[in-house]
């Protein structure tokens, strides 16, 4: 009984031992597979490390003001009796806005030039008797007196009648109406606002170590929410004397054609200030940077130096400069000529294989204008 119980033993041992060894070599087997297989090369896109030449540019947010803007008020106390604009619309420079109640003056003014009238035939009267030697001297300086004064008192009454109609003082657009026919205006009262929006003021500030760069008369290029895709020009017309002593900023007034009145006083928009220097610099793509917290880096695709044929990637730390539009300078890691990936680069790794295909490579431009889909 013993007997058999052992050689039970001793074959379940041997059995073991052969299916462990069988185990083994299969183990080992697809060990040596895997080192030997090759995984196939990744699809991706290029582009090539180019030179070229950026406008220089100094960059700002600013804000819109009018290069004539007022609120038009009553500069004399009257009943409103005529409103001769509508709210929004565009008047010239003399048009009339408004008029007030002038009745009374215009009854006081018949007296006031008949008073004029004989005055003046008084004075006439008195220059021939004081030639005549019949009335003394001062009664003629009475009668000059007595008819400056009359005149006087017609030329206030014509003013008062023209102050009570209110006229645009320069050629602008309205804002909204701010009174209504019958009610009686104090001086000073708001009417309307007015505002010259063609040209248009772009108020702006610099850092003050900057202040040597700009100067009157370089270009100004501006764009905000209010022109998608476009770029309206302009020039620097005024710089500031005074630096803030707070900020160590300087204030910069360009002035920017507004054909169409897009822009409106109190906007803000993005400026650049074009430098006349011109800097050289190797320009890729910004999607071909593996953005990260210790460096950025690029792969830059090179040929499989082991004798396999095809092309490998190779892990490349880059410093960036300045941006534009789907480009972006690298200013030192790249020479010109290189060819890096231009996209899909956060599932690369280094030294991986890889084969290149640009028939779906975006199209890189320095001024992109997306579609608003």
Known sequence: MKKRIILALVGLVILIVILGSIKALQITAMIDQGKKFVPPPETVTAATVKADTWETALTAVGTLNAVQGVTVAA?????????????????????????????????????ALAQVELTRLNLERSEQLV????????????????AEQAK???????????????????????????????QLLREGDPIVTLQSLDPIYVDFTLPQQQLPQVRPGLPVQVTGD???????????????????????????QATAANRGGKLRPGMFVNVAVVLPER???????????????????????????????????????????????????????????ESVVSTGVFKLRNGQSVMIDNKLAPDFQKAPRPENN
């Open 279 to 337: 800097q050289k610099v190797l320009a890729i793509p910004a999607t071909a940077i593996l953005y990260a917290p210790y460096s950025d880096s690029v792969f830059v695709i090179e040929e499989n130096k082991e004798g396999k044929g095809g092309s490998v990637l190779r892990q490349q730390f880059v410093h960036l400069g300045e941006r534009r539009g789907d480009f972006v300078a690298v200013t030192s890691g790249l020479k010109e000529g």
């Open 152 to 182: 006087a008192q017609a030329d206030n009454i014509r003013a008062t009648i023209s102050k009570k109609t209110v006229r645009a003082p320069f050629s602008g657009q309205l804002g909204i109406r701010q009174v209504n026919l019958g």
């Open 226 to 252: 209010a022109l998608p895709g476009a770029t309206l020009g302009g020039i620097i017309t005024a710089i500031n004397p005074l630096v803030d002593a707070e900020t160590r900023t300087f204030k910069i």
């Open 131 to 146: 030639a005549k030697g019949m009335i003394a001297r001062v009664d003629r300086d009475n009668a000059v007196a007595n």
């Open 75 to 111: 500069e004399l106390p009257g009943k409103v009796v005529n409103i001769a604009f509508e709210a929004g619309s565009a008047v010239k420079k003399g048009d009339v806005l408004l008029r007030q109640d002038t009745s009374s003056e215009e009854a006081q003014l018949p007296g």
